[in-house]
T-cell receptor, first 113, second 106 residues
Framework: ETGVTQSPTHLIKTRGQQVTLRCSSQ?????VSWYQQALGQGPQFIFQ???????GRGNFPPRFSGLQFPNYSSELNVNALELDDSALYLC????????????FGSGTRLTVV | KNEVEQSPQNLTAQEGEFITINCSYS?????LHWLQQHPGGGIVSLFM???GKKKHGRLIATINIQEKHSSLHITASHPRDSAVYIC????????FGAGTRLTVKP
C-alpha cells in the first residue's frame, strides 16, 4: 500500500499571492486532514474532508480553503498569503468520518516573503 | 490551558539512558498517538493506543484512560533517537501537544 504523498516539498511565495498544496491519501483511506505547524509549535488543525465534503474546521480564516477529489486526494488553497502563513503544512489520511489510523505525509514547507 | 500537555519540553540524555516523555490531556478521546518528527519535518506514527500498553523494539507506550495520561519510554537511548516526539489525541479530529525535543548525546 502507498503512503501519503505531499507536493511540493518546499515552496517560496510572495505576500499576497495564492498557493495550492496537494496531498494524496493512503490507499483505502477516505478522509484527509490538513494541519499547519509553525516553527517550534505543535500542528494546528485546519480542516478535514470526508468523502469530498468538509467535515470540521479549525480556527483558520476563509482564505484557507480545501477540496477533496473522488479518489480522496486533496488540495489546500491559501489566498492572499501573509508572512505568518509561513509554516510546515501537514496532511494526514485516515479511514472514516471520525478518523482511524492516521497516516501522515512528509509535509510542504511554505515560506512567504 | 492546552488540551494536550507534554512534559518535558526539552530533554537531553546520554546514550544508553532510559527516557520518559509524558502526555496529559483534558478531552475525551477515541485514541492517542505518539508521533516522531525529525528535523526535515516528516512525521512518523510510532504508536496508536486506546488502552494499556504497546511495545515496539526499544519503545514502549502506555496509557491510563481514567487518569487521561500517557507515557512514551525509550530504553537504551541512542543518538538516532534524537527528534521531536509529539503526543496527539484523536476524537473527531487530531489535537497535538507542542512536542518534546529529545537530544541524545553519544
Amino acid at each position: 500500500e502507498t503512503g501519503v504523498t505531499q507536493s511540493p516539498t518546499h515552496l517560496i511565495k510572495t505576500r499576497g499571492q495564492q498557493v495550492t498544496l496537494r496531498c494524496s491519501s493512503q490507499s483505502g483511506h477516505n478522509t484527509v486532514s490538513w494541519y499547519q505547524q509553525a516553527l517550534g509549535q505543535g500542528p494546528q488543525f485546519i480542516f478535514q474532508y470526508y468523502r469530498e465534503e468538509e467535515n470540521g474546521r479549525g480556527n483558520f480564516p476563509p482564505r484557507f480553503s480545501g477540496l477533496q477529489f473522488p479518489n480522496y486526494s486533496s488540495e489546500l488553497n491559501v489566498n492572499a498569503l501573509e508572512l505568518d502563513d509561513s509554516a510546515l503544512y501537514l496532511c494526514a489520511s485516515s479511514l472514516g468520518r471520525g478518523g482511524y489510523g492516521y497516516t501522515f505525509g512528509s509535509g510542504t514547507r511554505l515560506t512567504v516573503v | 490551558k492546552n488540551e494536550v500537555e507534554q512534559s518535558p519540553q526539552n530533554l537531553t540524555a546520554q546514550e544508553g539512558e532510559f527516557i520518559t516523555i509524558n502526555c496529559s490531556y483534558s478531552v475525551g478521546i477515541s485514541a492517542l498517538h505518539w508521533l516522531q518528527q525529525h528535523p526535515g519535518g516528516g512525521i512518523v506514527s510510532l504508536f496508536m493506543l486506546s488502552s494499556g500498553k504497546k511495545k515496539h523494539g526499544r519503545l514502549i507506550a502506555t496509557i491510563n484512560i481514567q487518569e487521561k495520561h500517557s507515557s512514551l519510554h525509550i530504553t537504551a537511548s541512542h543518538p538516532r533517537d534524537s527528534a521531536v516526539y509529539i503526543c496527539a489525541v484523536e476524537d473527531n479530529d487530531m489535537r497535538f501537544g507542542a512536542g518534546t525535543r529529545l537530544t541524545v548525546k553519544p
